[in-house]
């Protein structure tokens, strides 16, 4: 499998879920088994989370290296894993939007919208903690420890950006530190978690998880982007999010490293009217032009390239290969 292929991101994502369905089917029963147990007043509110079906990127990372060892895997560990993953996530997600004042999430109403900040940070909560309980009889017990730290790495970058939160001055070097841990540490605990079950030993453990962070940094880059509406076709959350909570992500910092004393001050100018009609475009306009963009694209494909040579020394089987087209499909996302 190779870039010249020139599927869509969509394409090969729905051909990977494909190949690992029947896990992916488990692991949503098994959250819906949750959000059904759960207490009056938890309950309905997880259905209908759980209803706003995502892209499972995750769970299919998880699942695919899970059935590329020597054996298929037991479907209840999979599921379970999956289940964890998906769980956190969605946690993560409730109180990202809390934070971010986001009102549009998979084009619906977002939770702190649709229950209010305290309702929503509780649900966040529950969610959080059946994530934790869906692994806590896993055999190898290096997988609930997994998953953990990956609940606390997002938290730590969580903390960290709204540190950063206004400094426009946001050094590159913590931009990487927060987005390696909002976005690729579950995407990197889920390739390990994967690995795991698929009975790999310690090296191509590490190996996988390093392909998982690489693909997690790209996946965020190219996400940067997208709020600025660069690639977009069908965006399911509202553009110029970034710009509006005071976030310097990577385009930003790009343009700043390379531009002139004047133009920063003016483009910091631009950046505090941002809410503004017609503002977002002018930056947009300042960032395309100085090649920030295409910059940060460079980036991404890097990490892209990385995480192939990476997957290049790994076995080879089906899911492997399906696991590349994936990688390399990942900088033609459109949402």
Not at 101 to 117: F, S, Y
Not at 129 to 139: K, P
Request: hydrophobic share 40%; charged share 25%.
């Amino acid at each position: 499998m190779n870039s010249a292929d020139h599927k869509t991101f969509q394409e090969v994502l729905q051909n990977a879920r494909g190949q690992v369905q029947e896990y992916l089917n488990e692991a949503d029963a098994t959250v819906l088994a949750v959000a059904r147990s759960a207490p009056e007043g938890v309950s309905e509110r997880m259905l209908k989370l759980i209803q706003r079906k995502g892209k499972k990127i995750r769970s299919t990372v998880l699942s695919l290296i899970a059935t590329s060892g020597k054996n298929s895997p037991v479907m209840e560990r999979v599921a379970k894993a999956c289940a964890g993953v998906e769980m956190l996530h969605l946690a993560s997600l409730v109180h990202d939007d809390i934070i971010d004042e986001t009102t549009l999430r998979r084009g619906e109403r977002t939770a702190h919208v649709e229950w209010g900040n305290k309702i929503a940070v509780l649900m966040g909560d529950y969610i959080l903690s059946q994530a934790m309980r869906a692994v806590i009889h896993e055999q190898a017990h290096d997988i609930p420890l997994e998953l953990s730290s990956a609940a606390n790495r997002l938290i730590v970058g969580e903390i960290c950006e709204l540190d950063s939160t206004g400094d426009l001055d946001i050094s590159l070097a913590r931009y990487n530190h927060i987005i390696d841990c909002k976005t690729a540490a579950l995407i990197e605990a889920s390739a390990r978690i994967g690995a795991i079950i698929a009975g790999f030993e310690k090296p191509e453990v590490e190996k996988f998880g390093k392909i998982g962070a690489h693909f997690g940094i790209a996946f965020q880059i190219i996400d940067d982007l997208l709020d600025y509406g660069v690639g977009a076709t069908d965006l399911d959350k509202a553009k110029f999010t970034d710009l509006s909570n005071g976030l310097a992500t990577l385009p930003l910092i790009l343009y700043f490293e390379k531009v002139s004393p004047e133009e920063k001050s003016e483009m910091k100018d631009l950046l505090k009217k941002s809410s503004e009609t017609g503002v977002p475009e002018k930056i947009c306009e300042r960032l395309k032009n100085a090649g920030a963009f295409d910059q940060a694209k460079e980036i991404a494909l890097q990490h892209i390239s990385d995480a192939s040579e990476i997957s290049d020394s790994l076995p080879k089987n089906e899911h492997i290969e399906i696991l590349k087209a994936f990688l390399f499909s990942m900088t033609e996302r459109g949402n």
